[in-house]
């Protein structure tokens, strides 16, 4: 049967066994931070090398696929780009999670862990809307299984309540 499922997870990158793992990176944030920074220690710098190659740029729309290499258990990573990180917001937050979900719908993934990406300033309250709105814009009532990824165990724990009060 069709639909969206979403769950919260708190897992080392290097651990999360899935189809594909999608994690976002800001136009104007160099090196690299979070998970993104953390794929391209493991890549040894590959990430790195298509950004000065200037084959991704991290505009906001912009999508990677890469393979993992063996480095983490995804079979396929997704970068999605985030634009300016001053001008991150609800909107654009939204503009992101939907060009994950159709990526990685696109590239007949069905069960993704995706990164997520809190917009800052705002609490997930305010921000979870906006990333649950973009995947099911992103699925077209497709099926799509999505495992949240926190940073934290606190952020963990947050996103758990909402995720599990939004039904």
């Not at 999360?16 to 953390?38: C, H, W, Y």
């Not at 719908?105 to 069905?110: D, N, P, Q, R, S």
């Not at 992103?138 to 926190?150: D, F, K, P, Q, Y």
Request: charged share 20%.
């Amino acid at each position: 049967m069709p639909g969206l499922t979403v769950r919260v997870i708190l897992e080392d990158i290097k651990k999360v066994e899935t189809e594909a793992l999608v994690v976002g990176f800001f136009q104007d944030i160099r090196p690299l931070k979070g998970v993104a920074g953390q794929l391209d220690w493991l890549l040894c710098g590959a990430l790195s090398g298509l950004l000065r190659k200037n084959k991704l740029h991290g505009s906001l729309g912009d999508v990677a696929l890469l393979t993992s290499r063996g480095k983490v258990p995804a079979q396929k990573i997704f970068l999605v780009g985030l634009g300016p990180k001053t001008d991150f917001s609800a909107s654009s937050l939204r503009t992101a999670v939907k060009t994950a979900a159709t990526s990685v719908l696109g590239a007949g993934v069905t069960n993704a862990v995706v990164e997520y990406f809190q917009t800052p300033g705002d609490s997930f309250e305010k921000s979870l809307p906006a990333f649950r709105e973009g995947l099911i814009d992103g699925a077209g009532g497709r099926t799509l299984a999505v495992s949240m990824l926190a940073p934290d165990r606190e952020s963990y724990e947050q996103l758990s309540r909402f995720v599990k009060d939004a039904g």
